[in-house]
């Protein structure tokens, strides 16, 4: 779709963390996709005025982390609370009333997991998006005209379809400026591309795994937020241990 373009940067999509091993980070700036929820969690609370945001692996560091910092503690395991903390990945839960000025240590089951990964395999430079943030990734990633990896959290190593959307909703505003690099950059457009007109119908008549899974607990409206274009458009940067807005 993009013949090769020298002088441009490149965007390359990694479908699932299992997949990350394969791809250079450390001359990327690296977007965390986890769609339903963590991502959008993170931008919906950071939007309304969450200090910072502190992305950890476990819930037992979530816990300590929250005790010692005085701290909102907040995640999942399988999409419900995880037992130990006070809080999920709800994003309307997180009101300016609720987090504004505070700290939130949030743990997830994919998503800050794969940001972990990240750091991991030594990524230059970390943020987080998510369909309600879509316009501030995008521009910022045009603004630092670098190489892009889009990599997408699935579920437990799974591909998943919101997360692949989102990847082509991405290269789909940005391609003009970047070269577009490998099948599954191509897939995740195709696919954008054809889920574009409405994507949580989409997501239902693809009978979506996760979608399915969170309507099975009820969760109905968060989908359809998390799956709403720029609600929450501000830019989650991670720096020092934690993820905060760009100033």
Request: glycine share 6%; with cysteine.
């Amino acid at each position: 779709m993009n013949n090769k373009q020298p002088g441009k940067p490149v965007v390359q999509t990694v479908l699932s963390p299992a997949l990350l091993n394969l791809y250079e980070l450390n001359s990327s700036i690296v977007v965390i996709i986890d769609v339903l929820r963590a991502t959008s969690t993170i931008a919906t609370a950071l939007h309304h005025g969450a200090k910072e945001i502190i992305p950890v692996a476990t819930v037992a560091e979530c816990i300590q982390l929250g005790k010692q910092m005085d701290a909102i503690t907040a995640g999942e395991r399988d999409g419900k609370i995880a037992e130990g903390l006070q809080y999920g990945n709800t994003p309307s839960v997180y009101t300016p009333k609720f987090v504004g000025g505070k700290t939130v240590v949030l743990t997830t089951t994919n998503g800050t997991r794969l940001l972990h990964q990240a750091l991991e395999a030594d990524a230059e430079e970390i943020i987080t998006g998510a369909f309600c943030n879509l316009s501030s990734v995008c521009q910022y990633l045009v603004q630092r005209q670098k190489n892009v990896l889009l990599a997408c959290a699935a579920w437990r190593n799974r591909v998943n379809l919101e997360d692949t959307l989102f990847a082509g909703a991405v290269i789909d505003q940005i391609k003009d400026q970047f070269e577009i690099k490998g099948d599954s950059s191509q897939i995740a457009e195709i696919l954008y591309q054809e889920a574009k007109p409405g994507l949580f119908e989409y997501m239902k008549n693809k009978k979506a795994s996760h979608y399915q899974r969170l309507m099975d607990q009820g969760l109905e409206a968060d989908i359809r937020y998390c799956l709403s274009v720029n609600s929450a458009d501000t830019l989650p940067v991670y720096e020092n241990g934690r993820l905060a807005v760009r100033k």
